[in-house]
């Protein structure tokens, strides 16, 4: 069965930095591109990141660009965000999310508190 499942969210003050890993298992992680979302209290959900399937091609949110970074581990089946200079505008739970072709799969979603 599919499942992605996403760690290392929590809180951190302005400037800080975390890891967001998304582990996936049940179809082939090579085949898709993996993205990154997020959704604030009383908004919609946005694109932060996305990497391609092979070629590991990357493209961001302006809102991120620079301080965002997207990978893949294809020996890990795991798709990374390190995010560095957080910003309280970067509170959101995020979202793992893979694609290929018609098919489309979510992760639960982790929590992401930047606040002092």
């Known amino acids: 069965q599919v499942q992605l499942v996403e760690s290392g969210g929590g809180w951190v003050q302005p400037g800080g930095s975390l890891r967001l890993s998304c582990a996936a298992s049940g179809f082939t992680f090579n085949n898709y591109a993996m993205s990154w979302y997020r959704q604030a209290p009383g908004k919609e959900r946005e694109l932060v990141a996305v990497?391609?399937?092979?070629?590991?091609?990357?493209n961001y949110a302006d809102s991120v660009k620079g301080r965002f970074t997207i990978s893949r581990n294809i020996a890990k089946n795991t798709v990374y965000l390190q995010m560095n200079s957080l910003k309280p505008e970067d509170t959101a739970v995020y979202y793992c999310?893979?694609?290929?072709?018609?098919?489309?799969?979510w992760g639960q979603g982790t929590q992401v508190t930047v606040s002092s």
């Open positions: 999310k893979a694609s290929y072709l018609f098919s489309q799969y």
């Open positions: 990497i391609g399937s092979t070629e590991g091609s990357t």
